[in-house]
């Protein structure tokens, strides 16, 4: 789609090609960026002669999740503007900050996590739970200092995060001098569907991933200071959906050798997955295998990392809650900081940001959102998934490598790399704003997404894998 700008806004533009950064581009050479009026629901509104609507299936990267331009939310932020926007955190508290960590561990819903840190983003919080898991061994006689993960990871762009982010193939290897050495197992294999979910899917569990996994603890337990994962989806590194026994088989092994569990439910918590957060489908699953309540593993980590969707995508802010264990090894007098957390940002517990959360927290709570997501999971499924894997149409194995569906997320993995910019002049000429990395074409639409508008979104995605399938290559990147 080639834009129509007015001079002033063209101006606009020019100036931001020359002098601003945008997220992994050139300044040399940047990606071309659309410039933008208004938002409203599921809609951006470009700053275009023609105010050009665009469906954004992205959600902002995945945070904007009751839409753009939600009343209750508008009405949060006023509302606490005309009182005060920040106060510094140390020495004050005040209600948005305190009615937030209520509600935050009410949706939580887990007895034992009940202790927050208020951090500013999602890669402030990976480094603030990585802090607490170091800083929790150093009683031990034993102090214990290295991470566990797995590849294809992704944690953030900040150092702690990158240290843990995959080793050879994420965004980041070129900085694998500087960073600690963690230790890596190989990442669990990609299913299309979850086990426990309402549709059919190819899902089975490789039996091969438990004797890894035991076989990582035996030989390296006693350097392990915590596991760190996305739990079920992995986002940025290949929006990679692994199965819920995998989870389970984690947990059994931070209980024999009392490492903590850190679950990143950055991108995949409040909502996204079709569990408030995601590790809550290793209960389902393991009720939808009928194992009794008194044998089935209590899949909980003792860290766990929100952010993204927990002030409806209006401002940044994450959070970190712990359990008593973390709690009570971080505030023993005889440690060496003397039970204090050295760690407080300049806006930490900002107002503003609370008090827009809160508003979003209450939404959730609410509880329409699991509609919603169960909606558009149904439609993803009947519309995309069944479309693509129909032998009839020719597009898995020739056009298509794999296509995952959970809760409202659809990842399609392309044979060949695509080239980003042309895809995305070809998407936008539909309405439509999708931004893929590498050989993947994803969404991840707001909940309040009609069932007319992720059907135009459906449509284009499916209409652009048969361009490819006609023979055009001039897609792929060269």
Known sequence: MNFQYSKETQDILNYDKKHLWHPYTSLKEPLPVIAVKEARNCEIVCDSLDNDHLIDAMSSWWCVIHGYNNERLNQAIIDQITKFSHVMFGGFTHRPAVDLVKKLVTLIDEPELKYCFLADSGSVAVEVAMKFAFQSNLLSSNPKSKFLTIKKGYHGDTFGAMSVCDPASSMHNIYGDYLPNNIFVEAPPVIEGLPHSNYSFENEWDPKCTIIIEETFKNNHQDLCAVIVEPLLQ?????????????????KMCLKYDVFLIFDEIATGLGRTGEIFAFKHCRRYQEHLEIPFDEQ??????????????????????????????????????????????????????????????????????????????????????????????????????VVKRISIVGAVAAVELIHGLNAAKFQRWIMSRGVNIRPFRNLVYIMPPYVISDSELDVVINSIIDFLHLLQSGDSSFYQS
């Open 235 to 251: 986002g940025a590194g290949g929006m990679r959906l692994y199965h819920p026994q995998y989870l389970i088989e984690l947990k």
């Open 297 to 398: 593993i209590d899949v909980v980590p003792d860290i766990l990392c929100v952010g993204k969707a927990l002030t409806g995508g209006y401002m940044t802010l994450s959070a970190v809650v712990v359990n008593d264990t973390v709690k009570d090894r971080m505030s023993n007098s005889n440690s060496p900081t003397k039970g204090y957390f050295m760690h407080g940002p300049t806006f930490m517990g900002n107002a503003l940001a609370c008090s827009v959360a809160n508003a979003s927290l209450d939404i959730l709570l609410e509880d329409t959102w699991s509609s919603q997501v169960y909606n558009i999971e149904s439609v993803l499924y009947e519309k995309l998934y069944l479309y693509v894997k129909n032998p009839t149409h020719r597009l898995m194995n020739t």
